[in-house]
């Protein structure tokens, strides 16, 4: 049949048509004389009629009922999200960022490829967090996701400069750390204008990664929720 296709690539488009349907009826006849036969994908009856379905990017075939019943379960999905989900979002979205912290500090370059790789991990790590446990996000959501990014970016930012300090002043690191918290960078910085670019432009480039990864997960969910009969 591969070979019948290959043939028929150069030739009109309707010879190809032609072609392409006697090669599938082909392939049907022999499925169907050598023991395959039609039936629905999810209740795996054969005495029921079938037809073809796409749910999101996936081709399915389908008995009337089964397909109803997907139509419901999905619907019930795309509306059935609350506050916990929102809770659980913001709980994977803050064990994650931990990991994106923990490479900021060991990370703590303050070159522009290592600031960059950084931010998006950042970024990449509350998008994934977020979905991991929130199991999906939505356009509402968005703004939750990126306060709290913000805010470990900031922590992440100054946990950074916080093992550097605490090596020059000879302090633990949660002391140093609990100070920088506290206090503006012109108290231990004599020149702060490093630290305001650093943190700025990580705080953009973690948004801006953050707000594409979590609208596409918002396509991706909303083409997986739609059923759509061939």
Not at 3 to 21: M, P, Y
Not at 190 to 212: H, K, S
Request: hydrophobic fraction near 45%.
């Amino acid at each position: 049949m591969l070979q019948i296709l290959c043939d028929s690539w150069r030739k009109s488009e309707k010879e190809t048509v032609q072609i392409a349907s006697a090669a599938l009826e082909e392939a049907v006849d022999f499925f169907q004389n050598n023991g395959f036969y039609s039936c629905c994908a999810r209740c795996g009856a054969a005495d029921k009629e079938t037809d073809s379905y796409v749910i999101g990017k996936t081709h399915t075939c389908l008995c009337k009922e089964c397909a109803e019943r997907e139509s419901i379960r999905l619907q019930e999905e795309k509306s059935g999200r609350n506050w916990k989900n929102v809770l659980s979002g913001i709980l994977g979205a803050v064990l994650l960022l931990l990991v994106g912290t923990a490479v900021k500090v060991l990370l703590r370059d303050t070159e522009l490829p290592f600031v960059m790789f950084t931010a998006i991990i950042l970024g990449l790590c509350a998008c994934a967090g977020y979905k991991w446990l929130g199991k999906g996000i939505t356009a509402k959501e968005i703004p939750i996701l990126i306060i709290l990014l913000l805010v470990f970016v900031w922590l992440a930012h100054q946990a950074s400069y916080a093992v550097d300090a605490a090596e020059y002043w000879e302090e633990p690191f949660w002391l140093t750390y609990c100070y920088l918290l506290t206090v503006p960078p012109s108290e231990y910085l004599t020149e702060t204008a490093g630290y305001w670019t650093e943190l700025i432009f990580t705080a953009a480039v973690a948004c801006v990664t953050a707000a594409i990864l979590a609208l596409v997960v918002i396509k991706n969910e909303k083409d997986s929720s739609v059923l759509c009969k061939l």
